[in-house]
């Protein structure tokens, strides 16, 4: 059982350049997030899903966009990107909200280098 | 707004010895709480949750940790760590249905 898995696992960007983080799930899971976490601040979400075809924005959505068109792929796209971007993102999911007992399963991270 | 703290940024602690990990949250309900453990170069797992009941709730790895309502605190304990406790513990707080809200965490050193 892969569980949620990321790719790639590391990219360096130049500023302006656009790229997509790719992420899966095999656990038929509704939700889905993209989290960035910079040193000393924790993790911040950045847009989440709640089912195919339905996305939301999280804290800090700027700079990025998602798609789902299928329970399994949540795709995280940097358009135009900048140094701010620099960090490293993890894209989770879970059977239910974390609201609701959901206990939110992490890939490996994707550390995305803008320089 | 809610918030959650972790005041130590670093601690280090000897094998076999107790740890003790604080968390402080500010929310205006009763909030979900949770402990989740990041090896390095890992995705975060989690150690253990408390949504209601018993304040005292047991997680995986041998961690427990209890719910302080009067003192707005979760902190996590291990009676006895072992080398393998060496990571990043991040607490979090469920914020309506979708949302985590993550301290910055504490990096756990553990020295033999």
């Known amino acids: 059982n892969a569980g949620v898995t990321q790719t790639p696992k590391f990219r360096i960007l130049k500023i302006g350049q656009s790229m997509t983080l790719q992420c899966t799930q095999d656990m038929n899971h509704n939700y889905m997030y993209w989290y960035r976490q910079d040193p000393g601040m924790g993790l911040k979400l950045i847009y989440y899903s709640v089912g195919a075809g339905i996305t939301d924005k999280g804290e800090v959505p700027n700079g990025y966009n998602v798609s789902r068109s299928t329970t399994e792929d949540f795709p995280l796209r940097l358009e135009l990107a900048a140094p701010s971007q620099t960090s490293v993102y993890f894209c989770?999911?879970?059977?239910?909200?974390?609201?609701?007992?959901?206990?939110?399963?992490f890939g490996e991270g994707s550390r995305l280098t803008v320089l | 707004a809610q918030s959650v703290t972790q005041p130590d940024i670093h601690i280090t602690v000897s094998e076999g010895a107790s740890l003790e990990l604080r968390c402080n949250y500010s929310y205006g309900a009763t909030p979900y709480l949770f402990w989740y453990v990041q090896s390095p170069g890992q995705g975060l797992q989690l150690l253990l949750k408390?949504?209601?009941?018993?304040?005292l709730v047991q997680g995986i790895k041998g961690f427990e940790a209890e719910f302080k309502r009067s003192q707005s605190s979760f902190n996590l304990r291990k009676p006895s760590v072992h080398w393998s406790d060496a990571a990043e513990y991040f607490c979090a707080v469920g914020v309506g249905d979708y949302k985590l809200s993550f301290g910055a965490g504490t990096t756990v050193t553990v020295r033999a």
């Open positions: 408390y949504f209601s009941g018993d304040t």
């Open positions: 989770a999911s879970s059977w239910k909200p974390p609201g609701d007992t959901g206990e939110l399963f």
